[in-house]
């Protein structure tokens, strides 16, 4: 159960890195992405797929460049990712398990 949580976190945190390189080098390629990051590029293309289905960038000649979208998008992430760490510690059982002894 918690590993298909682990598996997620590492992909949202792929996706955040791919989209952070487009933000920062605009437009950015394939293969550079991959070669910088170290990701394989079949992983680096999902990503972006990922990404563009979010409308968060899109594919120009040169490569992906982000949309007008992504601006609103990272301005929101801290809050989100705020609420869902919130959730994930009120998630934990450490305090119920040592009340029961």
């Known amino acids: 159960m918690i590993d298909r949580l682990e598996k ?3 992909m949202l945190e792929r996706h955040l890195e791919v989209l952070r390189m487009v933000i920062d080098n605009e437009p950015i390629g394939i293969v550079k992405m991959s070669n910088e990051t170290g990701h394989p590029h079949h992983k680096v293309r ?9 409308d968060l960038i899109e594919p120009s000649s040169q490569g992906a460049v982000t949309t007008d979208r992504t601006k609103e998008f990272v301005e929101e992430l801290d809050e989100h990712l705020e609420e869902t760490i919130g959730k994930l510690e009120g998630m934990k059982l450490g305090e119920a398990a040592e009340l029961s002894r």
């Open 8 to 10: 997620e976190v590492e």
């Open 46 to 54: 999902y990503s972006l797929r990922v990404l563009e289905e979010e």
